[in-house]
C-alpha cells in the first residue's frame, strides 16, 4: 500500500470589498482603570455634552446574555448620537470547592480587547480627538486611542432607543 503524503489544508481568506471609505462616525478608544460613570461624569464636566444612561446592549457571547453598559447624549440637528460604551464586562465564574472565584471577560468588540471602553463620536460633532486629547485633565490615568473602524470586523450593535 502506498504512503500518503502529509496533505496541507488549503487555507482560504475572504476579504471584504464592500467596506465603505467614509464613515459618519469615528471611534475612540479609552484605556483607563476607572468606572464609566466616573469618567462621564468628568467628561460632562469638561465638554458640557450631557450624557446620560442608556438601557444596556445585550448581546450573546459564548451562549450568554451579556449587558453592556452605554452612556449617550440627545440627537444633535441631523439627528445624530455621541455614545460612550462599555467594551469590557467581567463575570464571575463560581469555583465551589475552592477560595478562590474568577473572572471571564466578554468583549463587545473583540477586536480591541485591550480597550475599556470605546466612544463613538459623529463626524459633524464639534468634539474631535485632539480636542479631547488637549482639555481632558483628569487626576487619574487614561489613554485616548483612535480606532481604525475598518480593521473592525465585528458588527455594531444595535443601541436601544
Known sequence: MAKRKNQKIKKHIFKINDLPEDFDFSLIGIQTKQPLYKLVFDFNQ?????FYLNKDIIVIRKNKEIAFEN?????????????FLNNEVQIPIAHPNTLFDTLEA??????????NY????????NIYLTHIKQNFKS??????????????????PVFPV
Open 118 to 125: 470605546l466612544m463613538m463620536l459623529p463626524n459633524h460633532s
Open 106 to 115: 466578554f468583549y463587545l468588540f473583540p477586536e480591541f480587547k485591550t480597550l
Open 139 to 156: 487626576d487619574y490615568p487614561i489613554n485616548w486611542i483612535e480606532v481604525d473602524l475598518k480593521k473592525c470586523a465585528t458588527a455594531f
Open 46 to 50: 469638561i465638554f458640557s455634552t450631557g
Open 71 to 83: 452612556y449617550v447624549t440627545k440627537e444633535n440637528n441631523i439627528g445624530q448620537k455621541m455614545y
